[in-house]
Nanobody, 115 residues
Framework: QVQLVESGGGLVQPGGSLRLSCAASGSRFSIYAMDWYRQGPGKQRELVATITNSDSTNYADSVKGRFTISRDNAKNTVYLQMDSLKPEDTAVYSC?????????WGQGTQVTVSS
């Protein structure tokens, strides 16, 4: 079993920044690939960013150059630094991993970008 708990969401003005955190349970965190997804109002869930167990990263085109995914294996935590936020980034952001044939999701954290 893997438990994921996100934090760090909130209301921010356009152009602002937020950092999301996702804390994972278990002693095998360092070997998980971790993802951030988001689902905006009336939209399908979208893969935002991925980081592998060797720290390779990948981003959706919509966030490249603005978002940065990172991990701290000593803290069992993955981060999503979001800069230059736009209203269209408004969504519930969830972290995810796939381990031993099962998908694990956090509860999600709301990010609202509005003036």
């Amino acid at each position: 079993q893997v438990q994921l708990v996100e934090s760090g969401g909130g209301l921010v003005q356009p152009g602002g920044s937020l950092r999301l955190s996702c804390a994972a349970s278990g002693s095998r965190f360092s070997i998980y690939a971790m993802d951030w997804y988001r689902q905006g109002p009336g939209k399908q869930r979208e893969l935002v960013a991925t980081i592998t167990n060797s720290d390779s990263t990948n981003y959706a085109d919509s966030v490249k150059g603005r978002f940065t995914i990172s991990r701290d294996n000593a803290k069992n935590t993955v981060y999503l630094q979001m800069d230059s936020l736009k209203p269209e980034d408004t969504a519930v952001y969830s972290c995810h991993t796939f381990w031993r044939l099962r998908n694990y999701w956090g509860q999600g954290t709301q990010v609202t970008v509005s003036s």
